[in-house]
T-cell receptor, first 114, second 113 residues
């Protein structure tokens, strides 16, 4: 079975500060990892994904994430956040092979304050 | 290319009423699924389908029915609405298994009074 734990339910930061949103996963097989963003009253959109290869993955809006297999983590980072980054962020895992299912974490609400 | 379209966007139901949430995709995706989103709970899988005529239960299927008669459509039926079904519902679709994420609809906000 696959599962995802997002370690922080809320992360408040000031504008232009760096941020890290933490995600740990568990799976018995190889995995694909994703981060989604949900702006207020909207659906989810894909920020970035890890499939294989380089452990540092770059996404949209200046976000990046690092896959760490030994620590089973996929933390999301941004060196300098903007007010417009205020949103809920979801980490998700999908096992390799023929598994269609995407399992989501409970989300981290990032609030960027001026 | 519309992606995943959900209707309606908002709905208020009385306890015991039935309704169908519509979901349609125009990307020829095999996989379609329904999630509900509740505060602090993340997204929980209700039902999913891996192709026309094939459906299966997710982690919270009670009170919901689905069918998949075409590749494009995957409606979610509430047979007898309960206040516990007040939630935001998302439909998502994906192509073949593998390193693909989902494409999400914009959601249906349902309130059961």
């Amino acid at each position: 079975a696959q599962s995802v734990t997002q370690l922080d339910s809320q992360v408040p930061v000031f504008e232009e500060a760096p941020v890290e949103l933490r995600c740990n996963y568990s799976s018995s097989v190889s995995v694909y990892l994703f981060w989604y963003v949900q702006y207020p009253n909207q659906g989810l959109q894909l920020l970035l994904k890890y499939l294989s290869g380089s452990t540092l993955v770059k996404g949209i809006n200046g976000f990046e994430a690092e896959f760490n297999k030994s620590q089973t983590s996929f933390h999301l980072r941004k060196p300098s956040v903007h007010i417009s980054d205020t949103a809920e962020y979801f980490c998700a895992v999908r096992s390799g092979g023929s598994n269609y299912k995407l399992t989501f974490g409970k989300g981290t609400l990032l609030t960027v304050n001026p | 290319n519309a992606g995943v379209t959900q209707t309606p966007k908002f709905q208020v139901l009385k306890t015991g009423q039935s309704m169908t949430l519509q979901c349609a995709q125009d990307m020829n995706h095999e996989y379609m699924s329904w999630y509900r989103q509740d505060p602090g709970m993340g997204l929980r899988l209700i039902h999913y389908s891996v192709g026309a005529g094939i459906t299966d239960q997710g982690e919270v299927p009670n009170g919901y029915n689905v069918s998949r008669s075409t590749t494009e459509d995957f409606p979610l039926r509430l047979l007898s609405a309960a206040p516990s079904q007040t939630s935001v519902y998302f439909c998502a679709s994906s192509t073949t298994p593998g390193p693909y994420g989902y494409t999400f609809g914009s959601g249906t906000r349902l309130t059961v009074v």
